[in-house]
């Protein structure tokens, strides 16, 4: 939200290009995608990213051979039990998690929950929760719902500027934070938090919805507690995909899970009357998993495999660096200030900008820019998102955008 700096000079479409043409470990990773509709600039992969190009072949022979030919054989495939495990063990390294402690399933709705309830359970007796109060609305409702529930008390904060005093004041058990705001796209400091809650005895729940498979993550380098993240948007597992679910090792044997199943179970197909849960971090798988999803997202993981994450954060911040110029130089006197931090570290995956008129109406600037064929998303009161996907976006199609937005507020 600071002011905008004087940029050493104009930006072209040609240093775009040049920016393109650099020496880039994530050089083939476009290719492994589909392109979206003709002569569409997309920009939304916070709300679903795109779709690996081999993604309907699979889903095609799961449902051929997988459904319609082998029906109930299908299970035998010992496979789809093991997608749960094998896609978040594919994934792990983009956010600084060992293998074994990442699992893919259920929603991020739904992991929330489990982990509220195990950091709750592991922190017992204490029974505050603290969560942000202006925060992408399915966080807030899961921490508000176990509250009605009666497993814990909510002390709701605006900022992370009031963390320090709510837990000097309360025996906190719990704190639940957005790595990046959905709308601003601010970054916080995801060890310094940590530490922070650690050292006043709590632990926290991050949701790494709007950082995960966009730029740096490092949930162990951080020490941090557990962890959610979104399937379907930067990480590309297709629309519903299911989530990401991270706990560290010193908790995974420290309670049951909230929500006891037979997946999670020590033994599943022994079919014993009593629950036991299974080691490490998989007993918080509850059902079966989603098998028709798990094909679509199986691509996806697959391309994410090879993906080095320092690569992806650099080139993540040279496309959003390069857009945060653009936007200054073409559309600042237009109408538009870029509401984002202007420091990548402190930013998410997407850059938002708002206009700067009172009144103005940042829906309507949306849908102008979708109907010119460049794909973005708004969230109330103010806020347009350009989400930037640092394996499929392009310099060119960020000063392409730039100027179909220029056009459009002139
Ligand atoms: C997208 C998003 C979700 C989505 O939750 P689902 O239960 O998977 O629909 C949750 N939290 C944040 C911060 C998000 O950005």
């Known amino acids: 939200m600071s002011s905008a700096p004087t940029p050493a000079r104009l930006l072209t479409r040609e240093d775009c290009a040049a920016l393109d043409a650099q020496p880039c470990r994530l050089a083939n990773a ?13 920009l939304d992969g916070n709300s679903i990213g795109p779709m690996p190009a081999d993604a309907p072949a699979r889903l095609a022979s799961l449902l051929e051979s997988g459904w319609r030919r082998e029906r109930r054989l299908g299970w035998n495939d010992p496979d789809w039990l093991d997608h749960p495990r094998s896609l978040g063990a594919a994934v792990a390294h983009l956010i600084g998690a060992a293998p074994e402690d990442l699992l893919v399933c259920d929603t991020t709705s739904v992991n929330l929950y489990k982990l509220l309830r195990l950091a709750l359970a592991v922190a017992s ?16 409702y899961v921490a508000e719902g176990i509250v009605h529930a009666g497993f814990a008390d909510l002390v709701s904060i605006d900022s992370v500027d009031q963390l320090t005093a709510v837990l000097t004041g309360n025996d906190v058990a719990a704190v639940t934070l957005s790595h990046v705001d959905y709308r601003s796209s601010v970054r916080l400091d995801m060890a ?9 005895g709590a632990t926290v729940v991050w949701d790494l919805s709007h950082s995960a498979g966009a730029v740096a993550v490092d949930l162990c380098g951080s020490d941090a507690d557990f962890a959610v993240a979104s399937g379907y ?8 995909a299911p989530a990401l679910l991270y706990v560290h090792p010193r908790w995974q044997q420290a309670a049951w899970p909230a929500i006891c199943g ?3 179970h020590l033994d599943t197909f022994a079919f014993a009357p009593e629950y036991a849960p299974a080691p490490g971090v998989a007993r918080h798988l509850a059902g079966t998993p989603a098998v028709i999803a798990n094909a679509a997202w199986r691509a996806a993981a697959d391309i994410w495999r090879g993906v080095d994450p320092q690569a992806m954060d650099l080139r993540h911040q040279s496309l959003s660096d390069t857009l945060v110029d653009l936007l200054d130089q073409q559309c600042g006197s237009l109408g538009i200030e870029v509401s984002s931090p202007r420091e990548h570290r402190r930013r998410g995956g997407h850059v938002a900008v708002r206009l700067t008129a ?3 109406d940042v829906d309507a600037l949306g849908e102008a820019l979708i109907a010119a064929g460049v794909i973005v998303s708004t969230r109330k009161p103010d806020a347009l998102r350009f989400g930037i996907h640092p ?11 730039v100027q179909r937005l220029r056009k459009i507020l002139g």
């Open 233 to 240: 948007k930067y990480l590309c597992g297709g629309p519903g």
């Open 192 to 200: 310094e938090l940590t530490a922070l809650i650690h050292r006043h």
């Open 125 to 140: 007796p204490r029974r505050v929760v603290v969560a942000e109060r202006s925060v992408f609305p399915t966080n807030r």
């Open 391 to 401: 394996l499929t976006t392009t310099h060119v199609e960020l000063w392409e955008a």
């Open 262 to 264: 037979w997946m999670g």
């Open 30 to 42: 476009r290719s492994a995608f589909a392109a979206g509709a003709p002569g569409t600039i997309y």
């Open 358 to 360: 009172p009144a103005a």
